[in-house]
């Protein structure tokens, strides 16, 4: 099996929109995953969060204490132009916790967040003086958690 470096995909749910949620904790993986009913025309489920290809990074950094472990988990990411739906995203985003979705470059899927340990999102703009800057969001989202990232099916 290679070891190829990059995440190739992040999907995001809101937290309001989860059911229930089933870990087990020996085997890190995900057991069960659901959504609340449909309203209306909405259905909910994970959505994928546009970003730069080659620019999203995970990091996960155990610290530990007498109490035990707490798991910090970070994502950042860039998404490209400051454009009306990119800023609306965001803008409502603020407030929200999340549950991601993350798709690395050999296939391994994990989950960051969890229902008593959601994921937060900040998000700032760049827009550089001259032309060949980058001109886009620089965007994080952020869980301390119990146990370290699930893994999912």
Not at 33 to 45: D, H, K, R
Request: hydrophobic share 40%; aromatic share 12%.
């Amino acid at each position: 099996m290679e070891n190829i470096s990059g995440i190739i995909k992040i999907e995001y749910a809101l937290l309001d929109h989860i059911a229930s949620l089933r870990i087990n904790l020996s085997t890190s993986k995900v057991e069960a995953l659901t959504f609340l009913p449909p309203t209306g025309e909405i259905e909910y489920g994970f959505s994928p969060f546009y970003f730069t290809p080659q620019t999203a990074e995970l990091q996960i950094v155990p610290k530990l204490s007498d109490a035990g472990a707490v798991y910090t988990c970070t994502l950042r990411s860039r998404t490209p132009k400051d454009r009306p739906e990119s800023t609306a995203f965001i803008s409502a985003s603020q407030a929200q916790w999340f549950l991601l979705r993350v798709t690395d470059a050999n296939g391994i899927v994990r989950l960051i967040g969890t229902i008593d340990f959601p994921a937060q999102f900040a998000a700032r703009i760049s827009i550089p003086a001259s032309p060949s800057g980058y001109n886009g969001y620089d965007t994080t989202f952020t869980s301390q958690q119990l146990t370290p990232p699930a893994y999912f099916p």
